[in-house]
């Protein structure tokens, strides 16, 4: 199978014509990514126009509904080779093969819509290690070029360009394998968007432990309630969830990917749990038993770990004994957790700044 990218833009490409975005801003001194379609063959053009050429020899192409119910999702396609593609329909189309389907070797996705696709797909086996994967449809819902081209190398997808091709054969592409372990502290302050940043992160993994560190938290708080099932219902329906304090204990067992959300509510847990609150005796000793415990772990951890934790010391000294405690606890807890991790990133108003990796 050979596949001509034709075209690698939005709608109406990237910049938008008459678009006064930034985005589109900072897209028009670059080149330009025309409207997205590929040339499959040489013969079979798939693009928001739809099918063309689809009839002529061994090629079958077959619509897929959408995901979300909304018409058509897209196209598989199976070359005269054997070989099979994916490709959506359009910008936020999410195709959904059946369960039967066998895997893929070139696909391409509207990773901007729906980034979690990809990982659906990859936990049923129809994307694999060997899937050529690419972005269709960039455009002006990511910032700039080189924000989505770190968001595909998180995801371990391809960013073509308008005139790349694609050669695939029976056996695949090149085998892409994620390095675990691999450790990602995300901090910010509280709204900054650390929580969707880490779910961004990895939205392409086939396996994800969803961990609400503060175990069942909130006490009856009916805004506590809200902002779990806020969380809950962002998250992909195949991610599995566990609430616990035991983060020593899931770090240590798991395997595949890990979320964990967050640090500072497994901290205040903790806190309680060890009379932090009520200055009972001993309770520092406590506390930094526990957490000297979570940083073996994370240090020994064979997961892929993306943990969020508050930043608490940009503001004012807290006015109160708990809220000093807590925010000097979390600072040393944050400092120890940083200086084991492959990544640190602050998140400050839903912007990523890397601090750099440790090694």
């Known amino acids: ?35 997205s379609g590929i040339v499959v063959d040489g013969a079979v053009t798939l693009g928001v126009a739809g099918v063309r050429g689809a009839g002529r020899g061994a090629v079958r192409v077959t619509e897929l509904p959408d995901a979300g ?6 196209w598989e396609m199976t070359a005269a080779d054997g070989a099979r593609l994916l490709y959506p329909a359009r910008p936020g189309a999410v195709p959904a093969p059946p369960d039967q389907a066998a895997p893929y070797q070139v696909a391409f996705l509207d990773m901007l819509g729906e980034p979690a696709a990809l990982g659906g797909l990859r936990a ?46 029976r056996s695949g592409g090149k085998k892409d394998v994620r390095r675990v372990p691999w450790r990602v502290l995300v901090i910010g302050g509280a709204r900054s968007g650390k929580s969707e940043r880490a779910e961004l992160r990895l939205a392409g993994e086939p396996e994800v432990t969803y961990v609400a560190a503060g175990g069942a938290a909130g006490g009856g708080d009916p805004d506590w309630a809200a ?22 204990g899931m770090l240590a067992c798991s395997r595949g990917a890990l979320l964990i959300d967050g640090i500072g509510t497994w901290l205040a847990a903790v806190l309680g749990e ?67 991790s492959e990544e640190t990133e602050l998140v400050v108003a839903g912007r990523v700044l890397a601090l750099g990796a440790t090694g």
């Open 1 to 35: 199978m050979q596949v001509l990218v034709a075209g690698s833009g939005g709608l109406a490409g990237w910049p938008d014509p008459g678009c006064r975005c930034a985005s589109c801003l900072r897209a028009a001194a670059g080149r330009a990514r025309q409207r």
């Open 69 to 74: 119910g909304a018409g058509s999702g897209g």
């Open 124 to 169: 049923r086996g129809l994307i694999t290690d060997e899937t050529v994967t690419a972005v269709a449809f960039a455009d002006h819902r990511v910032a700039s070029e080189p924000e989505l081209a770190q968001r595909c190398r998180l995801w371990r997808v391809r960013l073509p360009r308008d005139g790349d091709h694609v050669t695939i054969g």
């Open 227 to 248: 902002r779990v099932a806020a969380h809950r219902a962002r998250r992909p329906a195949w991610w599995r969830t566990a609430e616990t304090t035991d983060l020593a």
């Open 274 to 340: 060890c009379g932090a609150w009520d200055d009972a005796g001993q309770w520092a000793a406590r506390v930094a038993a526990r957490t000297e415990e979570l940083v073996r772990s994370w240090r020994q951890t064979q997961a892929h770990v993306v943990a969020v934790t508050e930043e608490a010391g940009l503001g004012v000294v807290p006015g109160t004994r708990a809220g000093r405690v807590f925010r000097d606890e979390l600072g040393r807890l944050n400092q120890a957790l940083a200086a084991e």
